[in-house]
């Protein structure tokens, strides 16, 4: 009797979880799921870091399945310059879960989404699945200590601990690899004396607080004054460079004017003839052109 109420139970459990067809599997070649329990809101962020094989032929569509009491929050593409831009993606509901489909455009994925955290006094439980819609390489997962918290149990035991980003503490559990429709269970249960969010108490670089400090300056009152100061400065620096510039012809002025300019000839009557150089007419007895200097050739 015992065997054939776990033989039920076990069946309603499937019953529950939705398959994918067989011309919709898409291989994954790494997953790395983060779960930041009461980070920046009273809930559980789970953030997927999804690694597609470099032969998929983009756009391609995927599937992942998520609870259908989360909230998404951003689904997201790698773009060419190594930064996240969001990207198109669609949901609908089956079988209890949300069917998340999204357009891949790049081998680089990123889903983030909250699901709420079971509270019991100061006990606080997790429970997250991850329903593999295709065969995954290398499936990983990094459950993040919130702040304050103690009796931290995870199911998976991790395999290492280590502090990490915002001062907290990063566990992770031994990689493994997953087949089609192969579920991944994951539980963690802590307990934490207070409501207080990771991110409240990240640190904030500063020298010298401001309540602190002595003889402070009012940078509302200066900083008009300094923006003009500066401008007036520039405005200065431009004028002399502009006068400078014209009042003395230098050897790259005088290289593109020999380029864009035909070089002067000797008039076909009286004396007058012109510099070689800058194009200037000289006058009879002129040894130096009187505009950039250059010794006059000999004219005949």
């Known amino acids: 009797?015992?065997?054939?109420?776990?033989?039920?139970?076990?069946?309603?459990?499937?019953?529950?979880?939705?398959?994918?067809?067989?011309?919709?599997?898409?291989?994954?070649?790494?997953?790395?799921?983060?779960i930041w329990p009461e980070f920046d809101q009273p809930e559980v962020l789970?953030?997927?870091?999804?690694?597609?094989?470099?032969?998929?032929?983009?756009?391609?569509?995927?599937?992942?399945?998520?609870?259908e009491s989360a909230d998404i929050f951003?689904?997201?593409?790698?773009?060419?310059?190594?930064?996240?831009?969001?990207?198109?993606y669609a949901t609908s509901n089956l079988d209890?879960?949300?069917?998340?489909?999204?357009?891949?455009?790049?081998?680089?994925?990123?889903v983030e989404y909250y699901q709420p955290l079971t509270i019991t006094g100061n006990q606080r439980q997790i429970d997250f699945k991850w329903i593999a819609s295709g065969p995954v390489d290398e499936f990983s997962l990094i459950f993040q200590n919130p702040i304050n918290s103690s009796n931290v149990r995870l199911n998976p035991e991790s395999v290492s601990s280590q502090l990490g980003k915002y001062d907290l503490i990063y566990n992770s559990i031994q990689s493994l690899s997953l087949e089609a429709n192969q579920i991944f269970q994951f539980t963690a249960t802590y307990e934490k004396p207070d409501n207080e969010l990771s991110i409240a108490n990240l640190p904030v670089e500063s020298e010298i607080p401001l309540e602190d400090s002595v003889g402070q300056t009012d940078w509302?009152?200066?900083?008009?004054?300094?923006?003009?100061?500066?401008?007036?400065?520039?405005?200065?620096?431009?004028?002399?460079?502009?006068f400078g510039f014209i009042g003395k012809p230098i050897t790259m002025q005088r290289s593109i004017k020999s380029i864009i300019r035909k070089k002067p000839t000797k008039e076909q009557h009286g004396t007058s003839f012109y510099c070689h150089e800058c194009g200037r007419r000289a006058e009879e007895g002129d040894q130096f052109c009187r505009s950039c200097g250059v010794k006059l050739r000999n004219q005949k």
């Open 1 to 34: 009797m015992r065997r054939f109420l776990l033989l039920l139970l076990a069946l309603s459990f499937f019953l529950h979880v939705p398959t994918i067809k067989a011309q919709e599997l898409q291989r994954f070649s790494l997953v790395l799921v983060e």
């Open 220 to 242: 509302n009152s200066i900083l008009p004054w300094i923006i003009g100061g500066i401008g007036l400065l520039l405005i200065g620096i431009g004028i002399v460079i502009y």
């Open 96 to 110: 209890g879960w949300i069917q998340l489909l999204i357009t891949a455009k790049s081998n680089i994925i990123q």
């Open 46 to 67: 789970v953030i997927f870091h999804i690694q597609l094989p470099d032969d998929v032929t983009f756009p391609a569509q995927i599937a992942l399945f998520i609870p």
């Open 74 to 88: 951003a689904v997201a593409n790698e773009d060419s310059s190594g930064g996240l831009i969001y990207t198109d």
